[in-house]
């Protein structure tokens, strides 16, 4: 099974600040993928991260928002912007594997 | 395009009985399956998949599911629940290699 990591695994912030969130996978993935689940909800797929290319996000997502790196084949980073109560949630990554394995995720909570 | 119904959103049961929690997809593809579940303030935890092969497959816990092709489904079953089970459950389904498509989760609520 793939090993995920993120940091941090937990954040509280302020209003209208940023925050970087790492995803580090353990072994090479084409693309990786980033989620969010926003409390009582199911997880829906905010974008996916291609080395060497603009991510691809879905839709209500924009790259303002939620810019995205992918530096090389094991790592990303998601950063929220400009945050808001709203985007108080638990975002998690994942990679291209046939088994689809989720790291503990990063609860993010926006004051 | 690939989808997921979570028929029920809550289950409740009592310990020791069987629970079976929905999942009906639709896709025009080959697809993968998934169950997921995520106990309060934690994580997600892969309980099964199907991929291939057999259409009965057995996950942790005791929990199994069966793809069912021709009703396009892929309920979960447990013979005999446990507190210790009470969590959210969720559906996903993929394709080779692609994004997961979640269903709406069901919540498994098991008493005394």
């Known amino acids: 099974s793939a090993v995920i990591s993120q940091k941090p695994s937990r954040d509280i912030c302020q209003r209208g600040t940023s925050l970087t969130i790492q995803c580090q996978v353990d072994s090479q993935v084409t693309m990786m993928f980033w989620y969010r689940q926003q409390p009582g909800q199911s997880l829906t797929l905010i974008a996916t991260?291609?080395?060497?290319?603009?991510?691809?996000?879905e839709s209500g997502f924009v790259i303002d928002k939620f810019p995205i790196s992918r530096p090389n084949l094991t790592f990303s980073t998601l950063t929220v912007s400009n945050m808001s109560p709203e985007d108080s949630s638990i975002y998690l990554c994942s990679g291209d594997y046939n088994e689809q394995f989720f790291g503990p995720g990063t609860r993010l909570t926006v004051l | 395009a690939q989808s997921v119904t979570q028929l029920d959103s809550q289950v409740p049961v009592f310990e020791e009985a069987p629970v079976e929690l929905r999942c009906n997809y639709s896709?025009?593809?080959?697809?993968?399956l998934f169950w997921y579940v995520q106990y309060p303030n934690q994580g997600l935890q892969l309980l099964l998949k199907?991929?291939?092969?057999?259409?009965l497959v057995k996950g942790i816990n005791g929990f199994e599911a069966e793809f069912n092709k021709s009703q396009t489904s892929f309920h979960l079953r447990k013979p005999s629940v446990h507190i210790s089970d009470t969590a959210e459950y969720f559906c996903a389904v993929s394709g080779i290699k692609e994004r997961l498509i979640f269903g709406t989760g069901t919540r498994l609520q098991v008493f005394p």
């Open positions: 991260a291609n080395q060497g290319s603009e991510a691809t996000y």
């Open positions: 896709s025009s593809v080959s697809v993968y």
């Open positions: 199907y991929l291939s092969g057999s259409t």
